[in-house]
């Protein structure tokens, strides 16, 4: 095994057994045609079918390059990446999942702008293919969203599949939060970034992980890590709410003692009171959410468990 290859490339794998193989035997192709030293690091977060025996038989094929990483359950995408980055040895660093439908090919643009001197290389989709309507149209509002809502410029329409010079992973690995969102840590870390345009293809086999509940999951984690606008809408929405308050009551004492009509309506006080109450929940909440994310990072706990290891 060459404990300083080139060029790692890290791999999450969850669910996979059916397209592991092939992967690898793209992946491996490009390798090959980059002519360049490098490793291959899967990382098993935590499959419930046989990906890591798919895995097993990859790594026994291919042990000078291929490394498995084996976590103790499902800790999520993002985590099972940062495993992957914290374990890869390579001068530069390359993550993309194992489905697909990120070409392997476009490595060898991302090699081409790291050597010419870009820190940070990724993979702009310009097509989504076999996805529907929906899944492309929530995909466009969330990137948008994320980047005007954050405090760091977040790349639009790109996804985990980059490449990262090694000043940049280390600077990745010394970060301990637990709710991560990577592409908003790399964008934090403010290197030279360069865009390399593709189209991402359907899947091979199987059915997206990433399903409604996730997504929305993992959009809250990548808005309240880099923006406290939430917050701040909910301070202007009771600022706004008590300022209308304030008027309603001016008006309330001025018909009461200048005029001979009172406010009436039991139906528009529980309108009123219902409204006001959501809101201040609504507040809490959204107070509650970082209140609860900052005591996981006080916890320390570790960020994931290893199972096992074949190197």
Known sequence: MNNNPAISIVSPVFNEEAGIEAFYRE???????ANMDHEIVFVDDGSRDHSFLALSRIRQA??????????????GHQLAITAGIRAARGRAVVVMDSDLQDPPLVILDFIRRW???NEVVYGRRT?????????QWTAHVFYRMIRAAAKVDIAVDSGDFYLLDRKVVDIINAMEERHRFLRGLIAWTGFRRYPVEYVREARLTGKTKFGLWKMGNFALDAVISFSFAPLRVASIAGAVISFIAFLGILATIYMKLFTHYTVQGWASLMIAILFIGGIQ?????LIGEYVARIGDD???RPLYTVLEVLE
């Open 281 to 285: 929940l609504l507040a809490i909440g």
């Open 115 to 117: 050597r010419d001197g």
């Open 127 to 135: 097509q989504r293919k076999g996805e529907s309507w929906f899944k």
């Open 298 to 300: 006080v916890k320390r």
């Open 62 to 75: 291919d042990p000078q390059c291929v490394r498995v990483i084996r976590l103790a359950r499902n800790f």
């Open 27 to 33: 992946l491996k192709r490009v390798c090959l045609m």
